[in-house]
């Protein structure tokens, strides 16, 4: 019998590196399969999950959708009695490159929040690109924290003064602009922490670009290749010029606003491509007097955060 074509082979040079529980279901579930960056676009990719391997959404004590003016939110309310001054909350943006996902992903991410951390989760299921481009999906994002913040005591029973924010991949990009955006506000909408895991900072970097190694060291990893974070970039801002707009770009936004941002924790992956961005985000932060922790995850490629399953 023919063996079935390999089509994202784990190259020679991260298979030394790459963690073996990764590489195994990599062998079995992402090698015979064409990156999606290499097909056809039509939307109906996004009825796949972006990322497999992920686990079930946990049971939490309610789960409901609300509409906004261009895009909608999933609200994860926590079992039991929230606090005096109303749970905390933690609005979340999903990853998928601004092009994937849809308002049922990293469910299983957020209904864990949920109940490990006691806390209202708010996904937004933002808009993407190619169809809505740069900046559909930053203007979604203030819409929800603004949405949030002056909606969310009577809507959802939480403390507008315990706003977390945080992301995924282009998610993370999206909530370190929204800790810029709300700083800048008329008034400043305040947010008490930011978890940024494997974010888009910068989306001038390249291959060739000598600030940023890890573009170039992992230019052979899994999963994120170099190829497919262009792809996804030129879906959600085809125009170079946004590129290094703060509002695209985070890691360009004025020192005095980062300044102005609330503490951070930020997870990147040692076989990431965009590594070294979220290393420098960190950096940027801790310079601006702001306390963040920084970890890198040995062995790991870019999708880890997602891929919790057994």
């Not at 963040?292 to 490629?301: I, Q, R, S």
């Amino acid at each position: 019998m023919a063996q079935p074509k390999i089509y994202q082979p784990i190259h020679p040079d991260i298979a030394g590196k790459l963690l073996d529980e990764y590489a195994a279901f990599h062998n079995k579930h992402l090698a015979h399969s064409v990156p999606v960056h290499e097909l056809p676009w039509d939307p109906s990719i996004r009825n796949t999950p972006a990322v497999l391997g992920g686990s079930e959404p946990l049971k939490v004590g309610s789960t409901k959708d609300y509409s906004l003016s261009k895009c909608s939110v999933r609200v994860f309310t926590p079992e039991g009695e929230p606090p005096a001054d109303g749970w905390p909350v933690f609005i979340f943006f999903h990853g998928g490159g601004w092009t994937l996902g849809t308002i049922n992903t990293e469910n299983a991410f957020s209904t864990n929040t949920c109940n490990r951390a006691r806390c209202v989760v708010v996904s937004v299921d933002y808009r993407l690109g190619p169809e809505n481009p740069y900046p559909a999906a930053v203007e979604d994002a203030v819409e929800a924290l603004q949405w949030v913040y002056s909606q969310g005591k009577t809507e959802l029973g939480v403390n507008p003064a315990r706003i977390a924010v945080g992301g995924s991949s282009s998610g993370g990009n999206l909530a370190a602009i929204i800790t810029h955006k709300a700083a800048a506000l008329e008034p400043p909408i305040p947010l008490v922490f930011q978890l940024l895991v494997v974010p888009v900072v910068d989306n001038t970097a390249s291959t060739e670009d000598g600030r940023y190694l890890s573009w170039k060291e992992n230019a052979n990893t899994v999963a994120l290749v170099p190829a497919k974070m262009l792809w996804f970039r030129n879906n959600y801002s085809p125009n170079k010029e946004d590129w290094t707009k703060w509002d695209n770009s985070p890691i360009f936004a004025p020192e005095e606003s980062f300044k102005k941002a609330p503490p951070a924790w930020i997870a990147v992956a040692e076989l990431d491509i965009l590594r070294d961005e979220g290393i420098a985000y960190g950096e940027k932060l801790k310079q601006a007097g702001v306390p963040a922790e920084v970890k890198v995850y040995k062995g790991a490629p870019h999708p880890i955060m997602a891929m919790d399953g057994r």
